[in-house]
């Protein structure tokens, strides 16, 4: 079977093996695994290897490369418009020799496979939308129309489009879905201390949407309230001199410290020391720091968006926070006066968690190819 996938996840090439971040590769792995011959087609950076980079594991894989298209700027439009025809042509060619199209999305290229697919009714297709499938939350109109064709049984056939949550007016083309980070063999029961001093870790890009520096400002107001408490800070983005600099200039480098991207073994040692996680951004899909400092024992402090609500219980597993300063930080203060309250989250949110293995994606993702 040919896999043929249309992404616009930025790859590197290095010792001849294809390299992008990881937590889409391990999930990548599994999706190509039964596969004899595996297409990836999205673009290539001429840089360095991250720490946060992993190689997809194939025998028979190749990379064909089409350009990164950015509609930010007048002249990323008119550089994009330009090399969108020789992206189309290569996608069009891709889909027509594949045996089975999947489609991740939201992204530009992601966007123009999404339109194209439409050409190939016959083909066998899954499609991944990895952002907020919630029909009433505010986008960009790219995503809209991608929900918009990936929702159509009329343009859209012969597909399973996996969102996260479940919502209304979603057709047949639709399956509720979910990612995982962790194996079975790592499932146990963690207990933590919960008492002073507090650790909370934020683990993703530092990225405006996911508003790190919120999250900063909102520990800095705990502390000013009187609670020892610290935030390690893992990953990197837009925002990481942002956060260094109001960290300089409010004296917080005792109290919140950035790590930049980490191995995943650094991750997970550092959520078995902490107490929460944290994170308040504007739209997520399905946050993976969320349910993995939940498996962890780790309470998850959110904003309520896409499906976190769910994710958390309505509460029971986790802190839903107003994307404030003011009312987040009040709103975790009242769980941090009831230690009872925060083993019983603790309890469940690990519960819940350790659903979700790599193991049983695995099966799930077999039963859609």
Known sequence: MRFSVFTHVVHKKKTQKVFAYAPYIREMNLWISKASEVRIIGPLEDSELDSIDSPYKHS?????????????????????????????????????AADHIHIRCPGNIGLLACIIQIFFPGKNKTAKY??????????????????????????????KVLVYGEWNYSSRNIVPFFTASYSNKEIKSFSKDFSPPYKYVFTGTLAEGKRPLL??????????????????????????????????????????????????????????????????????????????????GCIPISTNISCVEWML?????????????????????????????????????????????????????????
Not at 266 to 287: C, D, M, Q, T, Y
Not at 331 to 337: D, R, V
């Open 60 to 96: 028979n894989l190749n990379l064909v490369e089409v350009p990164s298209l950015y509609f930010k700027s007048f002249l990323g439009v008119i550089r994009s418009l330009v090399m969108m025809i020789p992206a189309i042509i290569t996608i069009f060619r891709e889909m027509r």
């Open 215 to 296: 999250a900063v400002k909102v520990i800095q107001e705990l502390i000013n309230r009187g609670f020892n408490i610290s935030l390690d800070v893992y990953g990197k983005g837009d925002k990481s001199s942002d956060i260094i600099e109001y960290i300089n200039e409010y004296g917080l480098q005792d109290k919140i410290k950035l790590y930049g991207n980490q191995k995943p073994d650094v991750i997970k040692k550092a959520l078995r020391n902490a107490h929460f996680v944290i994170l308040l951004s504007r739209s997520e899909g399905w946050p993976k720091t969320l349910a993995e400092g939940m498996f962890y």
């Open 313 to 369: 219980g309505k509460g029971e597993r986790g802190i839903l926070v107003e994307p404030t300063v003011d009312k987040a930080a009040l709103e975790i203060e009242t769980y941090l006066h009831s230690l009872q309250k925060l083993n019983v989250m603790s309890k469940k949110g690990q519960e819940w968690s350790q659903k979700y293995t790599l193991e049983v994606f695995d099966k799930e993702i077999k039963k859609l190819i």
């Open 130 to 159: 990895a952002g907020n499938w919630d029909p009433n939350s505010s986008q960009p109109w790219t995503y809209n129309l991608q929900r918009k064709i990936l929702n159509s049984p009329f343009f859209s056939r012969n597909i």
